[in-house]
């Protein structure tokens, strides 16, 4: 293990690299579209870009969309979340349901959820449901999985422990059974928060009249291709963000592993 | 002293069938124990002295027989495992408050009865530890103290002091025959060491070798309390020269 003062230095070190990393983006992005002389609705400028991100933030239309996105994003991931650890539960509990479901569980995967998005689009309209149960079914697989794994992985001598202690299920539930598969259910949840903003986007594409799919489409068709690259970054942003917040939880939930 | 019984087992047998084979861990166990008795089991490796406790504790069932408390009302268990077997994910106190927290025991008097325990084990300074931080010695202390905090009626113990060096082992040894006397709890322990077995125990069995039967039930009519010097007893010398035959 690294002495202290070392590993401070590493970690801001990778950070200041991150940081120079980024810095030179911007620079080199311009240098190619100076070289390249390309029109600006193919390659616009960063200042281009950074013109028509205060443009779309001044007329509202920015915050606007990027919180339907945002809102269709979490409420997906949130739901998703809740069937997937409900159901991996049981399934972790019980083999025989297991055997039961994971033939419809496997084959659920393998469909692509951009060849279904349509459907979802048609059944339940262009507005947020449609995208949110996208972002929950895109979600559901992953966080199942390790739900499963995690609820397994509980270490059987806890359970006579709490057995012995006559503990109920209750207890052994919020006490052992959460705490311990809790570093794999929040692997889980990172997973399903990248995933998460993949299937609003693909839900906004398919059909939609707000969200930054959209944003990204009118962009598209209106040639204006700056506001095509203000959505993309609006999306990193809202990726970053849910990373970001996953992350803390985990600094929160697993101090224990550091 | 007219003692009252505490448990009996009677024709205990047990047999764990896998796949493709099966195996007679028990055979025809009977014995009964007293309310306040301090029992030790001794046995060879894989004799089934864990699987007896585990019986004891209802963690599995019996293939034949049965045990049957006599307390008057179910037994509280505090149960030291062969392993720490302490969670992960909580500190050192944490560890040791859980069975307080399982009875809804108020949140201060837990902390504080953790602490005493503590205190009591050696392991102060360590409050917030998490167990990977911990040698395996400490580790097992902490296990102990999880065993006795709630005041259990029945303690049942899995070779408690085997990671321990002798020092530790020797003042522990003197700690449970302290908590034990005081408390006046009824102790099942489990361990592969003779002298363990002659300054803790009123009464040794010894189980042999798979399928595990009982080969010897000894009484320990060794004084109290019992310190070092009783070692160098010719008393002491007898017993844990029977008990040697006996293991074979
Ligand atoms: N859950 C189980 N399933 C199958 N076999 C088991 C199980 N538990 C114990 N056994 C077998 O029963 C026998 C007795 O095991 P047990 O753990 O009780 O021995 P032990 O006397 O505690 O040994 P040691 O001194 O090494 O701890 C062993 O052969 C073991 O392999
Ligand atoms: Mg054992």
């Known amino acids: ?258 | 002293m007219i003692s009252k019984p505490a448990l009996a087992v009677k024709d205990l047998s047990v047999v764990f069938d896998d796949e493709n084979n099966s195996i007679h861990a028990l055979e025809n166990i009977s014995f009964n124990i007293h309310q306040q008795e301090f029992v030790c089991f001794l046995g060879p490796s894989g004799s089934g002295k864990t699987t007896l406790l585990r019986l004891i504790a209802n963690l599995i069932k019996p293939t034949f027989g049965e045990v049957n408390f006599m307390f008057g009302h179910q037994p509280k268990i505090g149960m030291v495992f062969q392993q720490p077997n302490l969670m992960t994910w909580r500190t050192v106190l944490e560890n040791i408050k859980l069975p307080l927290e399982l009875e809804n025991e108020d949140k201060d008097i837990a902390n504080q009865k953790a602490k005493d325990m503590i205190e009591l084990v050696g392991l102060k300074g360590f409050e917030n530890s998490y167990p990977r931080d911990l040698s395996g010695g400490m580790a097992q202390r902490v296990g102990l103290s999880r065993g006795l905090i709630h005041d259990p009626d029945l303690l049942l113990l899995d070779e408690p002091f085997a990671s321990l060096d002798a020092l530790t082992r020797e003042r522990m040894w003197t700690e449970l025959s302290n908590i034990w006397q005081a408390k006046q709890k009824t102790v099942i322990m489990v361990t592969h060491s003779i002298n363990e077995s002659l300054f803790l125990a009123d009464r040794v069995l010894v189980l042999t070798q798979r399928p595990g039967k009982i080969k010897l039930d000894m009484q320990v009519d060794l004084p109290r309390p019992r310190d070092e010097e009783i070692r160098y007893t010719s008393h002491f010398g007898k017993l844990a020269k029977k008990l040697r035959d006996a293991i074979e």
């Not at chain 1, 659920?108 to 339940?124: E, K, R």
């Open chain 1, 1 to 258: 293990m690294p002495r202290p003062y070392e590993k401070i230095m590493k970690t801001s070190l990778s950070r200041l690299l991150g940081l120079l990393s980024i810095l030179l983006f911007i620079p080199l992005w311009e240098l190619i579209v100076r070289a390249s002389d390309l029109p600006k609705f193919i390659l616009p400028s960063p200042a281009d870009v950074w013109t028509r991100f205060i443009k779309a933030l001044n007329d509202g239309s920015l915050i606007y969309h990027t919180s339907i996105t945002f809102i269709e994003v979490l409420l997906g991931l949130l739901l998703g979340t809740l069937f997937a650890t409900i159901v991996g539960y049981m399934l972790a509990k019980s083999k025989t349901l297991e055997k039961i479901l994971s033939p419809y569980l496997v084959a659920s995967q393998a469909i692509p959820i951009v060849a279904i998005a349509p459907l979802l689009v048609i059944w339940l309209g262009d507005g947020i449901l449609s995208k949110v149960v996208i972002c929950a079914l895109i979600v559901f697989f992953p966080v199942l999985i390790n739900t499963i794994v995690g609820v397994r992985a509980v270490s059987a001598p806890l359970y006579d422990l709490m057995n012995s202690l006559r503990a109920n299920r209750f207890q052994i539930l919020f006490k052992l059974e959460i705490p311990a598969s809790l570093p794999v259910l929040l692997g889980g949840l990172r997973i399903g928060a990248t995933l998460s903003v993949i299937g609003a986007i693909v839900g906004e594409l398919v059909d939609a009249e707000q969200g930054l799919g959209f944003l990204l489409q009118l962009g598209d068709f209106q040639y204006d291709t700056s506001m095509v690259f203000v959505a993309v970054f609006m999306l990193i942003v809202l990726a970053l963000l849910l990373y970001g917040i996953v992350t803390l939880l985990e600094r929160r939930f697993l101090k224990w592993m550091k």
